[in-house]
């Protein structure tokens, strides 16, 4: 794969027309990283946007991810041919594992499959989503096992979960951090040392946030179904902080994880 984009497109709580019109505008802005999963229950509508735009299919990067109770071998396999048959699609970019919840997930077995689903055709790169550290470590063991990478780790990450040991851990193995609820679901907005870089640069609240996710090489995934909050945030890209703006943010002590599902989450 050519390197993943530096910005993506989250699809978390759109639906319908919505989902649609929101992604359709996203690919309008620019975005070519869409975010979904099957837990979303907007496949079909990200894969009708797709359908729907003279943007070549190659030129995207879609991602899906499987949710938690079906990671058993054949149900990855089962539930992987129905989201790519609700998306159109014959193949995502990335397949996730989207929580390492056990006694579903199985490395072993889970990765396997996810292993098959790459000979296939099916998928072109394996991802997981909220792994630990020490979840990477296992999981890269199991894939180096069956001759297969990882991607990517995607977890919540913004100012006020700095994901500082993780972000190390990712770089050290040449895997990227996706960056979900990359607004703190509109929390960062307001914090003071992200409004203060904001007024500096006559930028968003949100535009501070994504470029300093940027700046540290991870990719955000913001999701918006507002029209201007979607082009804003592809603008981003166009923001550059500089070094004291990102010692300021650095400097954000606080810590809010917004996204801990009980018995589902792993102990972070
Ligand atoms: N792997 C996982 O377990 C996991 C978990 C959570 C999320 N995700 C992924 O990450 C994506 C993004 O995370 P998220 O949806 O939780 O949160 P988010 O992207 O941090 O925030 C979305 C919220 O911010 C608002 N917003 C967007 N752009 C804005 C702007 N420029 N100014 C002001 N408000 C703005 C949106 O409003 P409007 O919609 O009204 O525009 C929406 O209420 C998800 O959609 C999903 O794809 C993955």
């Not at 292993?115 to 997981?128: A, F, N, P, T, Y």
């Not at 050290?172 to 990359?182: D, N, T, W």
């Not at 930028?203 to 994504?210: C, D, I, Y």
Request: glycine share 6%; charged share 25%; net charge neutral.
């Amino acid at each position: 794969m050519r390197r993943l984009p530096k910005i993506g497109f989250g699809t978390w709580m759109l639906s319908g027309a919505d989902c649609t019109a929101a992604v359709l505008a996203a690919i309008d802005a620019g975005y070519r990283f869409i975010d979904t999963a099957q837990y979303y229950d907007n496949e079909a509508q990200v894969g009708e946007a797709i359908a729907a735009t003279t943007v070549p299919r190659e030129e995207f990067v879609i991602a899906t991810k499987v949710w938690y109770d079906v990671l058993a071998h054949d149900d990855v396999l089962k539930s992987t041919a129905t989201s790519l048959k609700k998306l159109g699609l014959k193949y995502v970019d990335i397949l996730y594992v989207h929580w390492p919840t056990k006694p579903h997930y199985n490395p072993k077995e889970t990765l396997k499959a996810f292993s098959e689903l790459v000979d296939r055709g099916k998928v072109r790169h394996i991802g997981v989503s909220n792994f630990t550290p020490a979840l990477v470590d296992e999981a890269i063991g199991v894939c180096e096992a069956l001759g297969k990478g990882i991607i990517a780790d995607q977890v919540e990450h913004h100012p006020l979960l700095q994901q500082r040991r993780l972000r190390e851990h990712l770089q050290e193995r040449g895997l990227a951090l996706v960056a979900y609820s990359p607004l703190g679901r509109r929390r960062a907005l307001e914090v003071p040392e992200i409004v203060q870089v904001a007024k500096k640069h006559g930028a968003s609240s949100g535009q501070v946030s994504l470029a300093w996710i940027m700046d540290h090489g991870a990719i955000p995934i913001p999701k918006a179904k507002d029209p201007a909050h979607i082009k804003e945030n592809f603008d981003a890209l166009d923001l550059k902080l500089d070094r004291d703006d990102i010692a300021l943010i650095d400097s954000i002590r606080v810590e809010r994880r917004l996204i801990n599902p009980p018995s589902i989450a792993p102990d972070w």
